[in-house]
């Protein structure tokens, strides 16, 4: 595919053979974004992991300190007698076994990510072949399965985010709208990789960090200098 011409000067600016701090990688990595339109600010992080054993997967949720510019439309299944506080909280669809059923029937998911009670994993089994294989199907390791409905729904609304390491054993994780300041858009960086490194694994073993980038929507990939996080 052609590069366009906006994309070609951008990477001028990037110096390939560099690995920038994290402030620098951020400011440069603004400077570089190529859309017209507000894009988003990417991590992507390979890691020292061996990620076909199960005991090596990388996985947490984050409230990131500064929004990322994104609400995620959130769907809460509970009895109903939570359905208020799911409500209040901002969640926005809102049912029990009659909601599991509708999306059953019409296996239309018109939302993004799901919550739900205890209670209700049971019931929710049902749909595990429409949200399973989306990676939407609520978990504890996830925080998205508790008895605190509002807390949950909250702080998803807040813009709360769950990564995982991929098959290559790399993590892309978006960390906030590039409208953000730099030094939002940093706090936030620096938060998702102190969360990523405390779930080292144990049996992990030599360079945890192995390679960092960041990138805008369709700009260029800027490098970090790993050891800074070792």
């Not at 990688?25 to 890691?47: C, D, M, P, W, Y």
């Not at 500064?66 to 969640?91: L, M, R």
């Amino acid at each position: 595919m052609a590069q366009s011409k906006r994309y070609l000067e951008a990477k001028k600016l990037v110096d390939k053979s560099k690995k920038y701090t994290p402030a620098e990688a951020i400011e440069l990595a603004k400077k570089t974004a190529t859309t017209k339109f507000v894009g988003s600010l990417e991590v992507h992080v390979r890691l020292g992991i061996d990620p076909k054993k199960t005991d090596q997967t990388v996985r947490a949720t984050l409230v990131l300190p500064n929004s990322t510019g994104k609400t995620k439309k959130v769907v809460a299944f509970v009895s109903a007698d939570k359905e208020k506080d799911a409500k209040d909280a901002g969640a926005d669809m809102v049912g029990g076994e009659e909601l599991i059923n509708e999306i059953l029937s019409s296996g239309k998911i018109d939302f993004e990510v799901a919550v739900a009670t205890p209670d209700m994993m049971p019931k929710l089994a049902k749909l595990a072949k429409i949200l399973g294989p989306k990676g939407m199907m609520p978990n504890p390791k996830t925080e998205t399965v508790g008895p605190n409905v509002k807390k949950m729904v909250e702080e998803l609304k807040k813009g709360k985010i769950a990564f995982k390491n991929d098959v290559a054993g790399i993590i892309h994780q978006a960390i906030g709208k590039t409208s953000l300041e730099a030094s939002q858009l940093l706090e936030n960086f620096n938060a998702l990789m102190e969360a990523i490194k405390k779930q080292k694994p144990a049996s992990a073993k030599g360079t945890f960090f192995k390679n960092i980038t960041v990138t805008t929507t369709m700009g260029p990939g800027v490098s970090v200098d790993p050891s800074v996080f070792a």
